[in-house]
């Protein structure tokens, strides 16, 4: 407990030694005020002549007499006599009368505007009887008069104000009421001023008035930094600061990047009899959002349900965004239906967010899932959602569907850009279908749209993919001529595309070429060209590149070692493989996903569960998270090893986490439960996989054609024969 204490202890002194600006002029006075207050001064009126007082008493008795009469025409006998000092002598006879004081002074300032000790007297009195609307309207309209000096004025006004305060009412609210307009009028310095002048009388503003201090300070960037200065001296001199002001603060720390100076005073609140509320864990929260703090979030999201506060939609957003950017897109995922829970609905943003990162993370199926629910919830997807989502099914080869959607996306009236155009060129490139991609590129620029760098790589990438690096090259020439700059992303897929066929030499010939046009091969084109070697068997060669890159200085991503790894691994050289993660992990180099991946497939390959399932425990244990692909080896690892009850489980928590089966591993699970005679979880996982779409082979089929005839169901017997000969897997008779 005393360590804890400690901690706090320096946390909050930490928080107390931030080299904070101050406003020089605030420096006048002790921060913890003055010992011996000075008393405010006596009001001195100055005495009227007998022929004055006689009409001062006139009008006085008139104006009570007659009240229900109109006071102009009950006072226009005395117009032509009546001066300025009548006004305060009257007021000196009717100042118990608040609504008969309003009318004099309305009267009074038709015929010309007061003076200001005679607008701070009928203030005092606004304020003692309780009319603060007034009172500051009164005081509004004065500093909105065109062409005042506020700033040569503002002395004169707070000296009248403190002369008149003793006899004419005495209710410290009227500075209240001056100090908030004066801040919202923006005199920022002036308000500090006022501040330290009342305390040298004894008078502490309210804590409302210092909280729209905050408040307008906080709303620039040196301001923040004078809100939280003047946040911790108003404390010191008696100012009782409330939630509403410890937000104000939490927020400009955060704003000013001090997120653990903001944390600290998070806790402070509570040593200070102050509950954190909903408003403060969200601008908390959203400060260890903007710096990418994943697990502080949760913390906090945590530590807000304990306390029975409920994230508002602004921290929800936020936390999203976040974890999305994290790549944590299943933690995100129940985020969202946390959201929904709560009564708290998630928007066009949110929604494409979170579509945006399941496709980016090759998980189109939930990105799909959520833009059919975005549309049921009857959010309309605008073109960024159409677009995201139409790129993850490009990137996935579901071009059948890519274009459904850009119909429907036209349909709607929204326009595609050269980006969604350059989203199904890519599409059809990556699936080898240059007719189509050139089709659309033909389609973009009829619509008026040209055709970037970007466009042209991926028509480049999908040419070379097919050994058509002549034409490639004559594409090249093509965008040089059309004045756009190859860029070392365009050379990098030139020599992929070598790669790909085979022609290694001509690639580290382009490579030599790069270097001359000032395009110097980077760690991607290098990591291209060691793959290529590895899917050869040449890893001498793939270790002689790996050494010239590192003598050029380049560093070595862990793609690099995951192309190693899988020519490794090509080779059946498991025990390298596992010396290259260990010696990763010694370097602080992290593996991924893909890195384990490769080893644990050819431990599966082997039939070598144990190995398998050592690996696959290693790479928990140093935190990496499993993909769909690692899901998938496992799942066919126990399936073909006959370890179903392992397999039942793998599937389970890939299916929660969002991902998908392949038909292969599917294949896998069903095949090995029919083995262990376990039909009714093969027959379940069998019509999942069709309602996904997945084709079984024809051994699947067969198994189920047998199992349904010898059940006597006839019906499905001759539904799955239809079904295999329309997939081709058996011949009609």
């Excluded at 928080?15 to 000075?38: E, K």
């Excluded at 308000?191 to 210092?210: I, N, P, T």
């Excluded at 200070?272 to 913390?299: A, F």
Aim: with cysteine; net charge positive.
């Amino acid at each position: 407990m005393r360590a804890t204490a400690a901690a706090i202890s320096s946390s909050l002194q930490r928080f107390h030694h931030l080299p904070f600006p101050t406003f020089a002029s605030l420096r006048t006075f002790s921060f913890f005020g003055p010992s011996n207050p000075r008393p405010f001064p006596d009001y001195s009126l100055k005495k009227p002549t007998v022929t004055d007082t006689h009409l001062v008493h006139r009008i006085s008795t008139t104006i009570k007499q007659r009240r229900s009469e109109p006071l102009r025409r009950v006072l226009k006998p005395y117009e032509s006599k009546f001066k300025p000092d009548h006004f305060i002598w009257v007021l000196m006879d009717i100042k118990n009368d608040y609504n008969l004081v309003l009318d004099f002074f309305n009267w009074s300032r038709l015929r010309r505007d007061p003076s200001l000790e005679a607008l701070c007297i009928v203030l005092q009195i606004s304020v003692a009887a309780r009319d603060l609307r007034m009172a500051q309207r009164l005081v509004s309209e004065f500093w909105g008069r065109p062409r005042l000096n506020a700033h040569q004025v503002f002395d004169v006004f707070t000296e009248r104000l403190i002369y008149t305060y003793k006899d004419w009412g005495a209710d410290p609210h009227v500075f209240d009421v001056f100090f908030q307009v004066i801040v919202e009028s923006g005199m920022l310095l002036e308000a500090g001023k006022l501040f330290y002048k009342l305390l040298s009388y004894g008078v502490v503003l309210s804590v409302d008035s210092c909280n729209l201090f905050l408040t307008r300070l906080g709303g620039s960037f040196k301001g923040m930094w004078t809100a939280v200065r003047v946040f911790r001296e108003y404390a010191e001199v008696g100012i009782c600061w409330k939630t509403m002001s410890y937000n104000i603060i939490l927020h400009c720390l955060c704003n000013l990047g001090k997120i653990r100076e903001a944390h600290t005073l998070l806790i402070q609140m509570e040593f200070r009899g102050n509950v954190p509320d909903v408003v403060s864990y969200s601008t908390m929260i959203s400060g260890y959002c903007q710096v990418g703090e994943v697990e502080k979030v949760l913390k906090l999201v945590e530590e807000l349900r304990r306390k029975g506060l409920t994230p508002n939609e602004y921290t929800f957003n936020n936390i999203l965004v976040l974890l999305c950017k994290a790549g944590e897109v299943v933690e995100a995922m129940k985020v969202l239906r946390q959201m929904s829970k709560q009564g708290a609905f998630p928007d066009n943003v949110v929604y494409t967010t979170l579509i945006s990162s399941f496709c980016k993370s090759g998980n189109v199926s939930a990105a799909y899932k959520l833009f059919d629910e975005m549309r049921h919830k009857k959010i309309n997807p605008d073109f960024v959602t159409y677009t995201s989502v139409l790129h993850g099914l490009c990137q996935t080869g579901k071009m059948v569907e890519a274009h459904q959607l850009f119909g429907e996306m036209i349909g709607k009236g929204l326009e595609p850009d050269e980006v969604t155009y350059t989203a199904l060129i890519d599409g059809h490139c990556k699936a080898g279908e240059m007719k189509e991609a050139f089709s659309i590129h033909n389609q973009m620029v009829q619509k008026g749209l040209t055709p970037n760098i970007i466009t042209y790589t991926a028509l480049v990438d999908g040419l070379c993919k097919r050994g058509e690096v002549d034409i490639a090259n004559d594409l090249l020439h093509e965008m040089a001529g059309k004045g756009l700059q190859l860029n070392l992303c365009t050379y990098n897929v030139m020599v992929n595309g070598l790669c790909k066929i085979g022609n290694i030499e001509q690639a580290i010939k382009l490579m030599e070429e790069m270097d001359l046009a000032g395009f110097y091969p980077d760690t991607i084109t290098y990591t291209t060209v060691m793959d290529a070697y590895c899917k050869m068997g040449e890893m001498a060669k793939a270790h002689e590149l790996l050494r010239i890159m590192l003598d050029k200085g380049l560093q070595p991503t862990v793609v690099t070692f995951n192309v190693l790894m899988n020519g490794f691994c090509m080779l059946g050289m498991v025990e390298d493989g596992e010396r290259l993660i260990k010696w990763m992990l010694e370097k602080g180099i992290m593996p991924n996903a893909t890195t384990f991946n490769s080893l644990m497939k050819q431990y599966c390959i082997r039939n070598n569960m144990r190995a398998t399932t050592e690996i696959y425990k290693g790479m928990l244990a140093q935190g990496v998270k499993p993909d769909s692909n690692t899901y998938n080896i496992l799942i066919k690892g126990h399936s073909v090893a006959r370890n179903m009850k392992e397999a039942w489980y793998l599937h389970k928590e890939m299916v929660e986490k969002g991902f998908t089966l392949t038909a292969a591993s599917y294949s896998a699970l069903i095949k090995g439960f029919c083995k262990r005679k376990k039909f009714a979880e093969a027959r379940q996982l069998f019509e999942e996989m069709r309602i996904q779409g997945l084709v079984a082979d024809k051994e699947i089929y067969d198994i189920f054609v047998d199992v349904n005839y010898g059940e006597g169901n006839w019906e499905i017997t001759l539904e799955l024969c239809d079904e295999a000969i329309e997939k081709c897997l058996i011949k009609r008779n």
